[in-house]
Structures are given as structure tokens and as C-alpha cells.
């Protein structure tokens, strides 16, 4: 029992050298081991870690001992 397997890849015109069949070959393997790529998950401005660092100004009396305090 032996079940033939269909060739991956069949040349229907021209004669390529071996060289470009292996170009070919490398260029299909490569392409069928792709993996979807998956996207970061987009992050609200609630979670920015740029928020972690300095707090906005304050204006008005006391503003500057505030600004140099740590949150």
C-alpha cells in the first residue's frame, strides 16, 4: 500500500536549472512557515507609563515645591 504523494511544486512551462528550482523551493518553504503576525493590543492613555513619571504642573501658589515633589 503505497499511497503516492502529490509533487509540492510542478513545473507547467519552461525548463528551469536546479539552481532556480532550489530558489524556488526555498522562497515556497519559507512562505508556508509564516505565522500570522499578531498586533499589540492597543493601550488606553489611563495605562501610558509616560504618566508614571512626572505629574502635569500646578499652577498657583505652591506650584513649584510641587513640581519637584514625587507623586
Known amino acids: 500500500m503505497s499511497e503516492e504523494t502529490p509533487p509540492l511544486l510542478r513545473v507547467v ?3 528551469p536549472s536546479a539552481e532556480e528550482l532550489a530558489a ?3 522562497v515556497v518553504a519559507a512562505l508556508s512557515q509564516r505565522r ?4 499589540p ?3 488606553g492613555a489611563w495605562a501610558s507609563y509616560g ?3 512626572r505629574r502635569p504642573a500646578q499652577a498657583g501658589p505652591g506650584g513649584w515645591r ?3 515633589s514625587p507623586a
Open 36 to 39: 500570522e503576525r499578531r498586533r
Open 13 to 15: 512551462r519552461g525548463e
Open 41 to 43: 493590543t492597543p493601550v
Open 24 to 26: 524556488l523551493t526555498v
Open 66 to 68: 510641587a513640581a519637584g
Open 51 to 53: 504618566r508614571t513619571h
